[in-house]
């Protein structure tokens, strides 16, 4: 089983930015993709970012496309979200997440495409982020 940790959350002005930890308790060389996901109050849970092992390929949606930033730090465990810009609308609890191992093909498969749409069975508790404007 493996423990993700998100640190980082905080209230922030419109146009300000954040960064956004997620410490895995194994490493996260192994994992073959890992996503930041967010849930703002009466919403449904969204995908915002994804990464490849390595840090190949990422993806990420059109809410936050040019404003954030997704990372990996495997010496550290690491995953980072550096988000920029932030709108009233960035509102919300996020999550990161995290792949069990899959075969080849089906790892390969994700991550060509920046691990969008992954199966992903590991989630942290989630930091809350508040942009006021």
């Known amino acids: 089983q493996v423990q993700l940790l998100e640190r980082g959350g905080a209230s922030v002005q419109a146009g300000g930015s954040l960064r956004l930890s997620c410490a895995a308790s194994?490493?996260?060389?192994?994992?073959?993709?890992m996503g930041w996901f967010r849930q703002a109050p009466g919403k449904e849970r969204e995908a915002v970012a994804a990464?490849?092992?390595?840090?190949?390929?990422?993806w990420y949606s059109d809410a936050v496309k040019d404003r954030f930033s997704v990372s990996q730090d495997h010496s550290m465990n690491m995953m980072y979200l550096d988000m920029s810009s932030l709108e009233p609308e960035d509102t919300a609890e996020y999550f990161c997440?995290?792949?069990?191992?899959?075969?080849?093909?089906?790892?390969?498969?994700?991550?060509?495409?920046?691990?969008?749409?992954?199966?992903?069975?590991?989630w942290g508790q989630g930091t809350q982020v508040t942009v006021s404007s």
């Open positions: 997440a995290a792949t069990r191992p899959a075969t080849v093909a089906v790892m390969l498969r994700y991550q060509r495409a920046g691990c969008q749409g992954a199966p992903f069975d590991y």
């Open positions: 990464i490849g092992r390595g840090g190949g390929r990422t």
């Open positions: 194994t490493t996260t060389a192994g994992l073959y993709c």
